[in-house]
């Protein structure tokens, strides 16, 4: 994908096939695992940017990210108005595009296998904004740990850093400073790039 922030809204608005159909269709492997999930979540990550980079337009709690009036910035608020809400966050957009992480965000190596109801889970029921350093290796270690078991083609083990498998408040708390925030966006682009590395050395 082109590394831009109006690229990955574009295509986030079109609605076609999502990034873990794209590769079940490519790959048989992938097409074996039952059930599918992105590694990364780029809306979750780009909630916790907002927080970081202009922290006067939100309330948070130990665990959410709100606006001042108790709503979130979900997809439909980020890409409403004549011109998209999110053209506004140009210092946000600006440190993404440098970390090329919407370059990375729709490949293989942000595809994983999940077990059932775990991409809700993530995303609405456990507070993590879709952070997998935090759902799997905090919150869920065990059955992360098992999932590593089951899925060795995967490569899921030791792929991600001690520095964030910590709690959700920690990490919102770790993530004011907007200079965490840049190196755990650049983090993430390693894991997904080291991850499509080895997966496709796999085929």
């Not at 770790?174 to 796999?202: G, P, W």
Request: proline fraction near 3%; include cysteine; charge should be neutral.
């Amino acid at each position: 994908m082109e590394n831009s922030v109006q690229t990955f809204f574009d295509w986030k608005l079109k609605k076609g096939k999502s990034v873990e159909d794209t590769y079940k269709d490519i790959y048989d492997f992938i097409a074996k695992w039952d059930r599918r999930d992105v590694l990364y979540s780029f809306i979750g990550i780009y909630q916790i940017g907002i927080y970081s980079f202009y922290p006067e337009e939100c309330r948070r709690t130990d665990y959410k990210i709100m606006r001042k009036d108790g709503k979130y910035f979900d997809l439909k608020y980020l890409v409403s108005g004549k011109k998209p809400r999110y053209s506004k966050y140009d210092e946000l957009n600006k440190a993404i595009e440098e970390s090329e992480l919407i370059s990375v965000i729709d490949s293989v190596g942000n595809v994983i296998p999940v077990w059932p109801g775990g991409n809700t889970d993530r995303g609405t029921k456990t507070y993590c904004f879709d952070i997998p350093d935090i759902y799997f290796c905090y919150k869920y270690k065990k059955w992360y740990e098992k999932l590593c078991e089951l899925y060795p083609e995967a490569f899921l083990d030791e792929l991600f850093c001690d520095e964030y498998a910590i709690g959700t408040k920690d990490f919102l708390d770790k993530m004011k400073d907007r200079e965490n925030y840049k190196r755990f966006l650049n983090h993430a682009v390693t894991v997904i790039k080291n991850r499509s590395e080895k997966l496709q050395k796999n085929l």
